[in-house]
Every structure is written in C-alpha cells, then in structure tokens.
C-alpha cells in the first residue's frame, strides 16, 4: 500500500486535475534538449517554421480531438480533409466560381463528411473504428474519381484560397494566417467544450454513455454534433492545407489520420472517451513537430524521428493508464 | 429495532407527519409485465404519500426491479396504469419520468466520473449565465451553478464534501451516492427513488445515506427505497411493500411486524394473515390511516 502522499502519488493526483501539464512539460522539455543540441533549434526562422508546418496537422487534430473525447475514433481524417481540399480546388480553378463559395462549398463537403460518419456511428450504431476504416477508403476513391488524379496549382486559384498562407509577422516571427485560423479554432473549441453545455454533454457522453443518457442527454444528438463540428474543421483544415502547400493535390497529408490521434494521444486526450482538452492537443501536435525538426537539426537521422514519436504514444498512453488509477 | 413501538410516541417526532390520506404522490394500479412466458409483475398496486419513505423489500426474482424500471420509466407496464398527484401517466423512457418529477438513483449511479461535482449536479440542466454572454455565446453559469450546488449538498447535511470542483472519480463510494441522492432531490423533483443505495458501502457510509434519506423525508419528499438490508429497511421506512414471486405479499410498518415476520414473509415460510400476530394488523394495501412504528431516534448525528 502506498501513503497518499507520497511525490508519485501527488503527482499523479495533479497531473489528473490538470492533464494538460504532461505534454506541456514534454514541450517544454524537448525544445531545451534541442536547443542544447543545436543552438539553431532556438532561432525565430526555424521556430515560424515550425509552427507554420504545425497548422494543418493541428486543425485536423481539433476534430479528431472531439471524437476521440466521445470515446470514438476518426481514421477518415485525412481522406475527408483531402476531399474538402480538391472541391474547393476543382470548382474555383475548373469551374470558375467565386473563392469563398468554393470555399463553403469545401466545408460543406467536410461537414457533410462528418455527418456520414456521425450517422452511421449513432444510427445503424457501428463502432467508429469500423466506420471510418470505411469511409476512409470512400472518400479517398471519391477524392480521386472527383479530381481524376490532377492536381491544381496556385496559380490557377482565385487569391483567397492560397489566403492562408498569406505572411503574418509578429516580432522576430513570420506566421501565417493559416496559423492565426487554426489558433482562433483551437479557442473557439475550447471554450465550446469547457463553457457551454454541448460540451460538458461531449466529455459526459464520451465518460459514460449510459449515464449521460440517464441524465437526460441526448447521447445521439451530442454524437452527431461532434461529427459534424469535426467535418466542418476538417473542411478548414483543407482550406489552410491550400495556402500551406500552395498546389491542391490528392498526394497530400499522406499521415495526417495516424498523426493527428498522434497529437491527440501525446496531447494527454484518454482513447477510452471523456478526459482531456483540445489545449493539450495543441501541445501534442507542437511536441511532434519539434521532434522532426530538432532531430533534423541535431543531425540525426530522420528514422528516429519516427521511433521517437512511437516511444512518445506508448508512453502518452501508458501515462494515461496510470492517471485514470486515481482513487482516494 | 424494536417491534413495540406504539403510537404514542411516533407524532412528536416529526410534527410533520405524513397524512396518508388525500392524492397519493405516486401511484401504480394493477401493473402487470410479462417478459416471455416470465411472469415479472402480476397485478402489483402501489401507493406512495407525501412525506413517508416506502421500503420494497423482496427475495432476487421477486419483482422489485421490474416494479422500479416500470416506475421510473425504464420499462413500459403491459397493463396497469401509473398516476402522478393523481393524474395518469405514461412513461415511454427515464426521461419522460423525470419530466414527471421521479427522479431515480440506479444502483450503477448515473454520475460522470470525469466531471467535477457541481458538473454533476446539473447534468443535463445546465444553467447559462445571464446576459449576451449567455445568450450569444451560451456560456455556462458555472460559478452560479456550483455556488448553488454547495448549497444544495450543504442543506441535505453532506458536510464531508469540501471541494465542488472535486472530479467525482475522486470521491469515496458514499459521497459519490449522495451527489447522486442530492441531484435526484434538487430541481423540483416530486419523488426519489433509490435502487439499493447502500449495497457497496461500509457501515458508516451506509449511515451517511440513511440520514439523508430521513433529511429528505422530514423535507417532504416521498422516497421509495429499494434494499436487502432489513435493518437498514426498519430504520428508515415508514411503510414496507413486501414482494413476492411478481405479487405484493403485503405492506406492513416497522411497528405491525417484526424484521422475522417480514422475512417470512419475503420468502413465504408464512403469509401476511398468519404474520399479523402481533396485535394491529398489518397495513394491507396501503394504509391511509396507518401510524408509523418507527421510533427515529437513531438518527446518525
């Protein structure tokens, strides 16, 4: 039997009240190391840098961040983000009309996206792994089919589409506007999760379902919003993903499903449903891209980047493990 | 848990005595539900006053379940009818009951545990905050919410909880049942029904949850308490409906017989008539001019 107060045990009850701390001080943590390894690290090009490339991967990591916090999972990510992108592409370059419809006409794909998922999961009441595994093969091929395996280049979209990619300098530091979106999403979904109702119906759904609906939730509708709110940020994220990029192309975000339940797991989100926070999520997608580019820096090859970020999930999850044990 | 308890000293008690006439809060007439050729209820009555708690006691098999889920709306009765302030009702799910005001504690304790007390407390009735910072932006009055729901916990006599913001994971098996009582009492309930509260707790947490069982009796509100715990079931229980084999055996008191009668009872080595020896008869139904043989006075704190 171990005292309660003991350092571990305290510890473990801090990290369980505020589970943004751990990626927090894992962020922390490894930018000094890569500093320390290569003073550039710390330079404010390659910090922009960084952050730029961080926008898309966070976004997407926004919904799935939601999904995964109602006990579900989202594989479709980067197909639905690749669908959204070639719409807004396709229709503004191709078929001529006005950016910022293409655009809506782009999210609305996401959403509508989301909403398949979403009733397939809450209404035929399909496990999401098995949905999204799915749909994910479905919107790929219908990506494909839609664009004809052609990409479209900036050069041929009207100005607001490459918009986000557009340079914001704050300081010493180049951002994009791309990066200023994402931020304003990762605000508005927090303070949608923590400070309305929908949200704590989200983190209850996603705790215990029956519980939820024993308290008069409607577990179906909270399901559904999620799904949908995620398509609608997927449909964004391919909206940055054009400025990003700057050529809308069915090759890109070739890792964007297994990278953002990455950045969700490390971010201190629990897979099991009902703890965690989009703020953590942030810090997760941050942690993995200062990994590529400090291991990078530090003249490592780029192969233990890929065994760092595997080390860092399992051990992300085996924390969670270990926090979830708190009991008084 | 004596048996002797006469009437003389049951009224000074609780001047408030429930009157056991006039509307009954919540009543059941001749619920009956089949599940196959299983026979859950057959022809089960039930009244319910204001004031008084009603104990269900019964052997596995016996039917309380099945009487609560129909109760609380979990399950639809396939005959019978079911009446609030007397005024008939249909539940088509728990939430329909609610509506209704009868708010019931499951035995797994519809809680989040990742949500925090006061979170709890107001699952699914959220309060938004006043102003356009509630009404555009739908922000959550969450200081409000857990000021009022200190007090809430603080009036039903829950002490031992310090901190409201406390995720509920955190808490021991007895504070987590009385959140769940406090919820089920808030919000202009009409009745609460608890499933065998005290069946994981320890003897002093037990005694926790009896106490706010009478606090919310002596408060006015009618409690129907499921249980295998006679003791628990004399102390508290102003009436006792016993089951058996899908019928009501009877409803006796505290008083009219003795926790052995009621075992028997419970699992027929005797019937209500032969049981009912021990002078002023037992309630049969439901006795609107019954007193209560119940001496209180063992009171926790």
């Known amino acids: ?328 | 848990m004596s048996t002797d308890v006469n009437a003389a000293s049951v009224n000074e008690e609780r001047s408030a005595t429930p009157a056991m006439s006039g509307t009954p809060t919540l009543e059941a007439r001749h619920l009956v539900k089949t599940f196959g050729h299983v026979v859950g209820l057959a022809d089960v009555s039930l009244k319910l006053y204001p004031g008084e708690v009603l104990a269900i006691i019964g052997d596995n098999g016996a039917g309380k379940s099945t009487l609560i889920k129909c109760l609380s709306g979990a399950l639809a009765p396939d005959q019978g009818e079911i009446l609030v302030d007397g005024v008939k009702v249909v539940f088509k799910s728990p939430v329909d009951a609610r509506l209704a005001g009868i708010e019931t504690v499951f035995q797994n304790l519809a809680v989040s545990p990742a949500l925090d007390i006061a979170s709890n407390l107001y699952l699914g009735r959220e309060r938004r905050s006043k102003g356009p910072a509630g009404r555009i932006f739908r922000m959550l009055d969450t200081r409000g919410m857990r000021e009022s729901a200190r007090e809430q916990l603080s009036d039903l006599g829950i002490g031992t909880i310090q901190d409201i913001t406390q995720k509920v994971e955190t808490l021991s098996g007895g504070q987590r049942q009385a959140v769940a009582v406090a919820r089920a009492a808030a919000f202009g309930s009409k009745v609460v029904i608890l499933d065998e509260p005290t069946a994981a707790l320890g003897v002093r947490e037990s005694g926790q949850v009896l106490g706010l069982v009478k606090r919310l009796r002596d408060r006015g509100m009618p409690v129907i308490l499921i249980s295998h715990n006679m003791p628990q079931v004399f102390e508290v229980a102003d009436r006792i409906h016993i089951q058996r084999l899908g019928r009501c055996a009877g409803v006796i008191t505290p008083g009219s017989h003795t926790m052995e009668e009621a075992v028997a009872i419970m699992t027929g080595a005797t019937t209500l008539d032969q049981a009912a020896g021990t002078g002023r008869g037992a309630a049969q139904g439901d006795g609107p001019d019954d007193k209560h043989g119940r001496n209180g006075q063992n009171d926790p704190e």
Do not use: C
């Open chain 1, 1 to 328: 039997m171990r005292e309660r107060e003991t350092p571990g045990a305290r510890l473990q009850q801090t990290l369980h009240r505020h589970p943004a701390i751990g990626p927090a001080s894992v962020l922390v943590a490894s930018v000094i190391a890569f500093s320390i390894a290569n003073p550039r690290f710390l330079n404010s090009t390659n910090l922009s840098l960084l952050v730029q490339q961080v926008a898309v991967l966070a976004t997407l990591a926004i919904g799935q961040t939601m999904i995964i916090l109602t006990a579900g999972i989202d594989l479709s990510v980067g197909a639905a983000a690749i669908l959204a992108q070639m719409v807004i592409a396709q229709t503004a370059a191709n078929n001529h009309i006005p950016g910022v419809l293409a655009i809506l006409l782009g999210v609305a794909v996401g959403a509508l996206t989301g909403l398949l998922n979403g009733f397939l999961v809450t209404r035929i009441k399909l496990p999401p792994f098995i949905v999204t595994l799915g749909t994910l093969s479905i919107y790929t091929s219908i990506g494909l089919k839609y664009s004809n395996g052609q990409s479209v280049y900036a050069s041929a979209m009207p100005k607001i589409l490459i918009w986000t990619g557009n340079y914001v300098n704050i300081g010493p530091y180049q951002l994009t506007t791309g990066v200023i979106l994402m931020l304003v999403l990762f605000a508005v979904t927090s303070y949608a999760l923590t400070r309305t109702a929908w949200g704590r119906h989200v983190y209850s759904t996603g705790d215990d379902a029956e519980a939820a609906r024993l308290s008069g939730i409607k577990t179906g509708r909270v399901l559904l919003s999620v799904y949908l709110v995620a398509g609608v940020i997927f449909g964004l994220a391919a909206w940055i993903l054009i400025g990003r990029v700057g050529v809308a192309s069915t090759n890109n975000l070739t890792n964007a499903n297994l990278d953002s339940i990455t950045a969700v797991v490390i971010g201190g989100t629990s897979l099991f449903g009902g703890r965690g926070a989009v703020l953590g999520t942030l810090f997760g997608a941050l942690i993995v891209q200062v990994f590529q580019s400090g291991i990078s820096l530090a003249g490592v090859q780029s192969l233990y980047q890929v065994l760092a970020e595997g080390i860092l999930v399992i051990v992300a999850v085996a924390l969670d493990q270990w926090i979830r044990k708190v009991r008084r």
